[in-house]
């Protein structure tokens, strides 16, 4: 079982970044694919990015591509997540999620994934 820690949320304004960190524990990521997914109030939980461990394929939401970049940390059993050029838009819980079969591929879909994080909270201010 995986146990998954999200942190690095918090309060900015529109154009500053904000670097989310998952941490794992219990297993080493290496045989799953770690998705990063996002709900607003009022919104279905919405997919933002995901690596697959092994091959570092990497896929991202329309909406954050070319601002968000996802990196992975073997030696910590972490998943980054870089976020720049911050919209209101981007306001939501971001929870981190691991894929046990998505080593290779993972996929942008929240119910093919095992385990989820408590999730951490980015607000952006106009």
């Known amino acids: 079982q995986v146990q998954l820690v999200e942190s690095g949320g918090g309060l900015v304004q529109a154009g500053d970044s904000l670097r989310l960190s998952c941490a794992a524990s219990?297993?080493?990521?290496?045989?799953?694919?770690v998705g990063w997914f996002r709900q607003a109030p009022g919104n279905e939980r919405e997919f933002v990015a995901a690596i697959s461990w092994r091959n570092g394929r990497t896929s991202y939401a329309d909406s954050v591509k070319g601002r968000f970049t996802l990196s992975r940390d073997n030696a910590l059993n972490t998943v980054n997540l870089q976020m720049n050029s911050l919209k209101p838009e981007d306001t939501a819980v971001y929870y981190c999620a691991a894929d046990s079969e998505g080593s290779w591929y993972a996929p942008p879909r929240p119910e093919v994934y095992d385990y989820w994080g408590r999730g951490t909270q980015v607000t952006v201010s106009s």
């Open positions: 219990g297993r080493t990521l290496s045989n799953y694919g």
